[in-house]
């Protein structure tokens, strides 16, 4: 087959399914940043891209703190299911229908804010938890984690990441109004390694993760394996 008849089935096949099953429909977190940032957008994918690649092969598999589900589907690529929760009813609501209509039934949605207890009845794999802990008031944060970990299997992985302090000069003043606890590579592993045996760090810049020289980078992961009891 010619590469133009390749191309042309290639474009067949798409147009079909969008016939089919219509437009994928954003939700609010998204939509917002869609709209005022789509730049944004390529590191945020990207940074759910890493999640994916670290946590290939796990079963059950929680997003703590996972808005409008806009990362999920990439997740959902290379683990069982995912169970996402967060404290604002309203994105997950809209997240429960977008997901149920795309008849997605690896993903699931619960109202819960992890300060108040871990996530009841549920024991996973790993979790990640991206944009979360630097809203999360710092005498609250041990708190945070250990309802996070109480949810984890013994050999449990969490993967935290979250803006780098260093980076906060060039935030905008809606974001630095909101990160009330931002960290270093170094803050943000102390807390980790209180709750777990092992500790990785990574930095990101833009859509390159790395390993390079911490206080460079935009923006930190860390990984904890193996909870501490």
């Known amino acids: 087959m010619s590469e133009d008849k390749t191309k042309e089935a290639q474009n067949q096949s798409q147009i079909d399914d969008y016939k ?21 957008m390529t590191f945020l994918m990207a940074r759910y891209k890493f999640i994916a690649k670290m946590l290939q092969g796990r079963e059950a598999v ?7 589900g806009a990362g999920m589907p990439i997740v959902l690529q ?7 929760v967060d404290f604002e009813p309203l994105v997950l609501n809209d997240a429960k229908a977008r997901y149920a209509k795309e008849g997605e039934t690896r993903a699931h949605f619960s109202v819960h804010d992890m300060c108040d207890g871990p ?3 549920q024991i996973f794999d790993a979790a990640y938890s991206l944009d979360v802990i ?51 590579a170094e803050t943000l592993a102390a807390l980790v390694g ?30 904890g394996v193996g909870v501490k009891r």
């Open 20 to 40: 089919k099953h219509g437009p994928i429909t954003f939700g609010p977190w998204t939509s917002h940043i869609w709209r005022s940032d789509p730049r944004h």
């Open 62 to 68: 929680c997003e703590v703190g996972c808005g409008d």
């Open 78 to 84: 290379t683990v069982g299911r995912v169970h996402g």
């Open 119 to 121: 996530v009841e009845e």
């Open 134 to 184: 630097e809203h999360v008031p710092a005498d609250v944060e041990n708190l945070f984690m250990r309802n996070l970990t109480a949810s984890l299997k013994d050999q449990g992985v969490c993967i935290i990441g979250t803006p780098n302090i260093t980076a906060d000069q060039h935030a905008s003043p809606a974001s630095k109004e909101g990160h009330i606890n931002l960290k270093s």
């Open 194 to 223: 209180k709750h777990f045996h092992n500790v990785f760090n990574f930095s990101m810049n833009d859509e390159v993760v790395h390993t390079g020289f911490a206080p460079m980078g935009h923006y930190l992961f860390c990984l």
